[in-house]
C-alpha cells in the first residue's frame, strides 16, 4: 500500500470520527496540522483535508477561533484556487468549512469576507454547480449578517466589485436550481433590505437568452429572481421588512410587464409559463399581492401598501381587471348563448397564463382591507358591479370565487355607502347586467344587522 493511500486512509478515518460533538472535541490537535499540510496538498489529499476541516468546524468554538487565528480562511481560499481549474468538490469542501467558520460571529465572520472578497467569491460562483452554489450563499448571506453584515452587503452590491459575483450566482442558481434557503434570504436582503433591486435585475440583462419586445426584454434570470423573492415574501413574511422602494419598483417593473404582454392569446399554464415577460408580470403581481398584505412588526413603519395607494395604483388596477373578457362562467351565460363569440367581447383582453385574473382580484382585496379610502375610491370609479363579477368560478383561475369574495367582503365591511349601492343593484334594471343576473349573485337584507350582504344562490 503506498503512502497515499495511508495518507488517504488517515484522512478517511479522522473525518468520520470528526462527524460527532464528542468526535471533534478530542480532535483539536489535528486543525493545525491540517492547516499546515493544505498549500501542499494534492487534489485528492486536498478535498479530504477541507472535509476534515468542515467537520473540526461544525459548532465547535475553539477549533473556529484556532482557525482564524492560524489565517485559516486565506490559507483555505490560497489553496483552493491554486489549481489550474477549481474542482466543484473541492469548492464545495472549502465553502462549507468557511461557511460553519463564519457561523461563529463576528470576529470570523469578518475574517471570512476579507479573505474572499472579491476574487475569490468570483471564482466560485463562476461555478455551474448545485452543490457549490449552496455552501456559497450560506457563506454570503451569513458573512452579510449579525453586526457587521450591512458594511458588508454594501460592498457584495458594490456596482463593480460586488454585483458581477450575485448576477453568476443568480444564473447559476436559474440553471441549475438550489435546495437550501440561503440564496432566499441573500436575494431578499439585497433586492428589498439593501434596495438593489432595481441595480440587481437590470445587471441581469444580457444578449444571451431573452426575449425581446418593442417595450423591453426579459431573461430567465429575471424570472428566477422574481420568483424567489415572491416565495420568500409569502413563506416568511413576518420574518423579513418591505420597503416603499421595494414596492415601488416592483409595481413599476409590472407596469412595464403588461405593456409589454400580448394580450390577445389566452395562456394554458401556470406561473411559469416559459414566456419570460409573462412569467414577470405574473410575479410581480404575485408580489404586490404580498406586499400589498404585509404588516411590519413595529407600529411606527408605514406599510408599503399605503405609499403605493398614492400614485394610482387601485386606478390601474381597476382598468386591468376591467379590459379582461368576463369569467368562464360568465361567458357562458351571455345572452344568445354566444359565449366566447359574442360582439362584446371582440376587444376585450384575454389572461396570459392561468390564474391572471384572481392574482389581480387578490391585490384589490388585499388593498381594500380595514381600507375606507380604498373602498370609496373604486365605488367612485364604478368598480362595484366590477368586483361583484369577480365572485363565480373560472376554469382559468383557481380560487377566484374566494377572492372575489373575500374583496366583496372587503368592500362593504362598515361602509355604508356601498352596501347601499350593491343593495340597489338588484332595484336598478340597467344596472343589472345579463352577466351579474345569470352568475348566481343576489344581495339580501341580513336580519341581524339590518345591512345588505352579498349572497351566492347556489349555496342556498
Known amino acids: ?29 489535528v486543525l493545525a496540522d ?38 485559516g480562511p486565506a490559507a483555505v481560499a490560497a489553496s483552493v484556487l491554486s489549481f489550474p481549474s477549481l474542482a466543484p468538490d473541492v469548492a464545495c469542501a472549502a465553502l462549507q468549512a468557511l461557511g460553519n467558520a463564519a457561523l461563529a460571529g463576528e470576529f470570523h465572520r469578518d475574517a471570512v469576507w476579507e479573505a474572499l472578497f472579491p476574487e475569490a467569491l468570483r471564482e466560485f460562483a463562476g461555478l455551474r454547480d448545485q452543490g457549490v452554489l449552496d ?21 457584495l452590491c458594490h456596482q463593480e466589485l460586488g454585483l458581477p459575483i450575485l448576477v453568476q450566482v443568480v444564473t447559476t442558481a436559474s440553471q441549475v436550481g438550489h435546495k437550501e434557503e440561503w440564496l432566499e434570504w441573500l436575494l431578499f436582503k439585497v433586492c428589498v433590505e439593501e434596495q438593489k433591486f432595481e441595480s440587481l435585475f437590470y445587471a441581469l440583462c444580457s444578449t444571451n437568452d431573452v426575449e425581446r419586445t418593442d417595450s423591453g426584454e426579459y431573461n430567465a434570470k429575471h424570472v428566477f429572481l422574481l420568483g424567489t423573492l415572491s416565495r420568500c415574501l409569502n413563506s416568511h413574511p413576518k420574518e423579513v421588512t418591505v420597503s416603499d422602494s421595494f414596492a415601488h ?18 395562456g394554458t399554464s401556470p406561473l411559469p409559463t416559459g414566456s419570460p415577460a409573462i412569467d414577470v408580470l405574473g410575479y410581480t403581481l404575485q408580489l404586490l399581492r404580498d406586499i400589498c398584505a404585509w404588516e411590519s412588526t413595529s407600529s411606527d413603519t408605514q406599510r408599503p401598501v399605503d405609499s403605493l395607494l398614492q400614485t394610482g395604483f387601485v386606478k390601474r388596477l381597476l382598468r386591468y381587471l376591467g379590459e379582461l373578457e368576463p369569467p368562464s362562467t360568465i361567458r357562458k351565460s351571455m345572452a344568445g348563448g354566444q359565449g366566447d363569440n359574442h360582439p362584446a367581447l371582440e376587444n376585450a383582453k384575454v389572461c396570459p397564463y392561468i390564474g391572471y385574473r384572481r392574482d389581480l382580484v387578490a391585490v384589490i382585496a388585499n388593498c381594500l382591507h380595514r381600507r375606507k379610502k380604498v373602498q370609496d375610491e373604486i365605488r367612485q370609479l364604478g368598480g362595484i358591479m366590477l368586483l361583484l363579477q369577480q365572485c363565480v368560478i373560472d376554469e382559468d383561475n383557481p380560487y377566484l370565487r374566494e377572492w372575489g369574495l373575500l374583496a366583496v367582503k372587503n368592500l362593504l365591511e362598515e361602509n355604508e355607502e356601498n352596501q347601499k349601492e350593491v343593495s340597489e343593484l338588484e332595484m336598478q334594471e340597467p344596472v343589472i347586467t345579463p352577466e351579474i343576473a345569470n352568475i348566481g349573485l343576489k344581495v339580501e337584507i341580513d336580519k341581524e344587522t339590518g345591512r345588505p350582504k352579498l349572497v351566492n344562490t347556489s349555496d342556498t
Open 1 to 29: 500500500m503506498s503512502r497515499s493511500d495511508d495518507g488517504e486512509e488517515t484522512l478517511a478515518a479522522l473525518i468520520q470520527a470528526s462527524r460527532t460533538p464528542e468526535g471533534r472535541e478530542g480532535l483539536s490537535d
Open 135 to 155: 455552501p456559497l450563499c450560506m457563506v454570503l448571506d451569513t458573512c452579510c449578517g449579525g453586526e457587521g453584515g450591512r458594511r458588508r452587503l454594501e460592498e
Open 34 to 71: 491540517t492547516l499546515f499540510l493544505l498549500p501542499a496538498s494534492p487534489s485528492r489529499l486536498l478535498l479530504l483535508r477541507l472535509r476534515l476541516l468542515r467537520n473540526l468546524l461544525a459548532g465547535h468554538e475553539l477549533n473556529q477561533y484556532a482557525f482564524i487565528e492560524r489565517c
Open 249 to 266: 419598483d416592483v409595481f413599476n417593473l409590472h407596469k412595464h410587464a403588461a405593456e409589454t404582454v400580448n394580450f390577445t392569446h389566452r
